[in-house]
């Protein structure tokens, strides 16, 4: 992508890139190929192609969901620099299942998190009647799960209101305060990972996340720490983490923050 391509022109690669994978993975495709296929990806997004595999492969056994061969092979070949896309995409492939492995989420530990972040995040994007307008939490969530959750839908309210402050103001204000944090991390996150915001936008979003600007900022650190372990910090990654953090990336990971 282009350093100057708009935050739409970026989602709709985001988009492309997600069904196309799930497309090829779904088309029968061997482990080796899919990795070839994701290889081909440029660098800045090839970690959403990562998350779509994972949901593809996680589910190919019916037998044994999520939890299978060549998804356990998939899984540990790119643990080192794609653990957070292969859990989101492990997320996915439970909402569509609407079923939680409870054995999955143990084993998980702490990391447990970015599965029910893969699950909100798929929520607010397929089901938004339910998730962001009835606000509803799906049945088959575990209360342990809904700080993640809220996270992913915050991430699904950016793409939903295609990057538009005031539209992603009007939607996490209007649930009840003890989940507008969560989401507005998620905004954090999904600011972050799209990129193409100008200064203006971003100034505007932390003037809408007002109290809960501490949680925007995680969101942001989150991205640039997945990115940084995947060895793909994009040129608006940068930029961004110095408008919103104050520090360059390099300052900000010797940090530790």
Request: aromatic share 10%; hydrophobic share 35%.
């Amino acid at each position: 992508m282009s350093p100057d391509g708009s935050i739409e022109e970026r989602m709709d690669e985001i988009r492309l890139i997600f069904t196309s994978v799930k497309e090829f993975c779904n088309s029968g495709k061997s482990v080796s190929q899919i990795q070839d296929n994701l290889e081909q990806i440029p660098l800045e997004y090839r970690s959403v192609g990562f998350e779509s595999a994972s949901m593809c492969l996680s589910l190919r056994d019916e037998d044994s969901p999520f939890s299978n061969d060549e998804f356990d092979q998939f899984y540990s070949d790119n643990l080192r620099k794609y653990r957070v896309q292969l859990l989101i995409g492990l997320g996915w492939a439970m909402a569509s299942k609407e079923f939680v492995s409870q054995s999955v989420v143990i084993n998980c530990g702490r990391e447990s998190h970015y599965l029910f972040d893969g699950i909100g995040y798929s929520q607010g994007i397929l089901k938004r009647r339910d998730s962001i307008r009835k606000q509803q939490i799906p049945e088959f969530m575990p209360e342990e799960g809904l700080s993640g959750f809220d996270h992913g839908l915050g991430r699904g309210c950016w793409y939903i209101a295609r990057g538009n402050p005031e539209m992603v103001n009007r939607i996490i204000e209007s649930f009840d305060s003890s989940r507008q944090g969560q989401m507005w991390s998620g905004v954090g996150t999904a600011l972050t990972f799209v990129g193409g915001a100008s200064d203006e936008l971003m100034q505007s979003v932390k003037k809408y996340a007002g109290n809960f600007k501490p949680k925007l900022l995680k969101g942001v650190g989150q991205v640039i720490r997945s990115r940084n372990a995947a060895g793909n910090i994009a040129e608006s990654t940068r930029k961004i983490c110095k408008f919103m953090l104050g520090k360059t990336v390099n300052e900000y990971l010797v940090r530790g923050e």
